[in-house]
């Protein structure tokens, strides 16, 4: 495997592994407004990559125009939903937000889980900017979202429509359905894992356009409830800067992370690439990857 795992400039890789394939979909590493839809890049032995162009049907996304990034995929009763959120709003009920999509296969393309075009979630909760989205299943098939910008951490439980949100037992809950996991140094991008028995988050701090950018870990006893930080996980060093947005699988029996970063001295903040390392999970834990 050698990095970056294929040309251009990508981001923000979620990764799954579907039908003996790795699965990355990612963002289009280009100015906001020239971000029109999501790619694919899939490999059946981490050596050869393919990338599939454009798998949203974006005529279903009413009113998502641009900055369309982020993703996280699902699997649930025969179907593949993929959240993605959309226009980088700032305000309640703005255009954008979080939209859902449905597809039968991981390739897609997705379309709106809902027929009118609206997004799944385009509020504030918690000062939290409803990006940067991470689907996670637990053991006993309950699926959880955990989703913010902006610093704050945001966690809920889907339905099993996943087309809505479901209370949940947790006190101090806005609505009954949302609450505020923010560990420490949080910025954005959220993954969960459980192991152990418990659930271990990765997290992207510092500023996405430079070498500060890097990730963290923390854990929690339970999917909703804080994560306490444990470790620094990736970071900028010799060989690249500003490595973050992950997500992580397990392949052939080998752990890995999947990231994006960015050449040492390039100063312009689109020009990100994707790459794969090994990640330990040894003792439950996640520990330090070294970029190669």
Known sequence: MKNPVINGWYADPESRVYNGKVYMYVTRSLP????????????????????????????????????????????????????????????????GGLYIGVCDKPEGPFVNVFSDGRPLLNVFHYGA??????????DDGSIYLYYGGWKHLVGCKMNETMDGFVEIDVEGAKDNKFIELTPNAYVEAPYVRKMGGKYHLLYS???????TYCVKAGVA?????????????????????????????TFNGVDYVAYHRRRIG???????????????VEGNKFHPVKMT
């Open 32 to 95: 906001f407004e020239e971000q029109h839809n999501l790619d694919l890049v899939v490999t059946d032995d981490l050596k050869n990559f393919t990338k599939i162009e454009g798998i949203l049907d974006m005529s279903t996304f009413k009113g998502a125009t641009f900055a369309i990034w982020a993703p996280t995929i699902i699997d649930k009763n025969g179907k593949y939903y993929l959240i993605f959120a959309a226009n980088n709003i700032h305000e309640d009920n703005e255009p």
């Open 129 to 138: 900017q409803p990006i940067d989205a991470h689907l996670f299943k637990d």
């Open 205 to 211: 701090t510092g500023g996405w356009t430079n070498g």
């Open 221 to 249: 006893n339970s999917p909703l409830s804080s994560f306490t930080y444990y470790d620094d996980i990736l970071k900028a060093d010799e060989l690249a800067d500003g490595p973050g947005h992950n997500s992580a699988f």
């Open 266 to 280: 390039d100063k312009y903040p689109h020009n990100r690439e994707l790459c794969i390392d090994e990640i330990s």
